[in-house]
């Protein structure tokens, strides 16, 4: 069922968990770097499509040209294999000259489609009426396009042709914003990690002799830079779609209450709930609750005070009646964990921190993992963040004959804050080694991928 998606995009997206028994260990990423002014103009390079570059028209429909010019590039097996290959191998061992123009016009078609102005994944009448049984293939392709990109945009920095570079860095983080725009989190999963993906040839890129200054083109990147909001509501959207058959507004006959609780119970089947749900059949909780005549009784009066109509409320069966409440549970349990989306991370952290814990079984436990997904944007925010602050570096070497700061605060420039925590990133200056360092999320300080610091070292 598709709503075990957002399990596997959150694999790939989140690091594994080392044992209990291991000490833990930053990613480590090593720069060795030039110093270099911005450029003038400042805004000479950037890292998303201009608007004078775009042209009307949707880019989802564009990209799914892609695949469809050059079906063969995408998924024949030896492609597939090398293109495995040329993502992680180092630079120098690259075969560049076998690499230009890598992709051909399915990634020149990437290109045109990523600088289209108006997306629409145009899923919106299939959410409501396929709930959380929504397939997106469309989305789940897209990972493979970036990989594609990703390949030749290491091609165009192993060759030093930094402006081919930066359209395809434009190409990859604008695929990456336009998956923010699907109505599912999932979509907003897979454009967080094509953002990650386009951060690792911007490292090797800065590292190039001659790479242009991206403290500017960095700064004038959104944050956050996944829009959560388009993706929460559609969660919404999908699961309202489940409770169309759960009536509020009259009563329920016998076979009314079966063909729900048998849509519920697919549920259960799927593997689409969270670990608060309950034991056994829905069938039989509903119906040794619906006994239950004091819960019952005071489940009436809750729906009444939650705006249902009374005398409507006291016509209802006991099951009706109980299935309702688990909804207006389920409704509760949804807002007070989207409440705080919209807030930085360290202010909405505290809060859940703060929350009361849920307790009890669930009939509804549809409610996402939102915290974790809070967590990978905010990761992505962080190593952009981060990288800003090292080409922050690189100016001020620029101007103190190759020197770094001995501290963060001697950089003129206005930095950001750490995303995480809102405070400045850690920073320390060892001999001729700037290390910089993000704080990990309480709780992920055992992953690698959400404790990176980088090492960076100028060459003079």
Known sequence: ????????????????????????????????????????????????????????GNPIQGYLICFMEQSNFFNNQEAVEDRSKWEHMPLKDLPVKELRDYGGAALRQADYSARLDTPDWQLLLKLRRDGIGLLIPDAQVMRGLATALKVRFRAEVAERRFDDALVTAKTMFALSRHLGEHPSLIGDLIGMAIGSLTVGPLEEMIQQPGCPNLY?????????????????????????????????????????????????????????????????????????????????RAVRKRLIESGLVADKVKQFPAQQVILLDEKLEYEIERDERLKIMALPYWEAEKLQAAAPKEKGEHLFALVPALLKIRQARARLDQRLALLRCVEALRMYAAENDGKLPAKLSDVKLPLPMDPITGKPFLYQLDGDTAILRGTPPTGMENRPGYDVRYEVTIVK
């Open 216 to 296: 500017w083109a960095l700064t004038d990147l959104p944050t956050p830079f996944i829009d959560l909001r388009k993706g929460c509501q559609g969660e919404v959207v999908m699961v309202e779609a489940e409770f169309r058959l759960l009536d509020e507004n009259a009563p329920m006959n016998d076979a009314q209450l079966k063909l729900f609780l048998d849509r519920v119970r697919s549920w259960y089947s799927a593997d689409t709930l969270n670990d608060r749900s309950i034991k056994g059949e829905p069938i039989d909780w509903v119906a040794a609750q619906a006994k239950n005549e004091d819960r019952v």
């Open 1 to 56: 069922m598709a709503r075990t998606l957002p399990v596997c995009a959150l694999l790939i997206l989140l690091p594994c968990a080392v044992r209990a028994d291991d000490a833990p260990k930053p990613t480590v990423v090593r720069l060795t770097v030039s110093p270099q002014a911005a450029p003038k103009p400042a805004l000479r390079y950037q890292l998303l499509p201009e608007l004078r570059e775009m042209n009307p």
